[in-house]
């Protein structure tokens, strides 16, 4: 992924911002990767020259973004920094809105709050 000077990563924002599942991998039985993973993926990349850019448009994903978009962000900020990672942690567990997830072929659904807590308590 190139870095752009205007609109980085913009794209891929949008699509954590909209995203209305969680997965970190492959969902169903062919493994499909869903367009928010793949930008989840596309920005974790960036993350390694470009964090300090990106940081406040993750933040503002906490409280704009869609339920699975927030999860997907608070991930990201943990590989900021892990202080950034805790804050935003403990900011989504007091967030009772649910958030349908995937492992592999598994759909399950939390809270932001279940989720959150358990995040915090590894």
Same mark, same amino acid.
């Not at 209305?20 to 991998?25: I, K, P, Q, S, V």
């Given at each position: 992924m190139l870095w752009k000077k205007s609109g980085a990563f913009a794209e891929e924002l949008r699509q954590l911002a909209d995203a209305?599942?969680?997965?970190?991998?492959g969902v169903g039985f062919a493994g499909t990767l869903?367009?928010?993973t793949k930008a989840y993926f596309a !920005?974790?990349?960036g993350l390694r020259r470009h964090g300090a850019e990106l940081r406040p448009k993750l933040e503002a994903l906490l409280d704009r973004a869609k339920p699975a978009g927030r999860l997907y962000a608070a991930e990201?900020?943990?590989h900021i920094d892990a202080a950034a990672g805790r804050?935003?942690?403990?900011h989504l567990a007091r967030q009772d809105a649910e !958030?349908?997830?995937?492992?592999g072929c598994m759909m399950g659904t939390t809270t932001l709050a279940r989720y959150?807590?358990?995040r915090l308590n590894n």
């Open positions: 209305d599942t969680l997965a970190f991998g869903l367009p928010a !920005v974790e990349e990201l900020l943990t804050a935003a942690w403990q !958030v349908t997830t995937f492992s959150a807590q358990d």
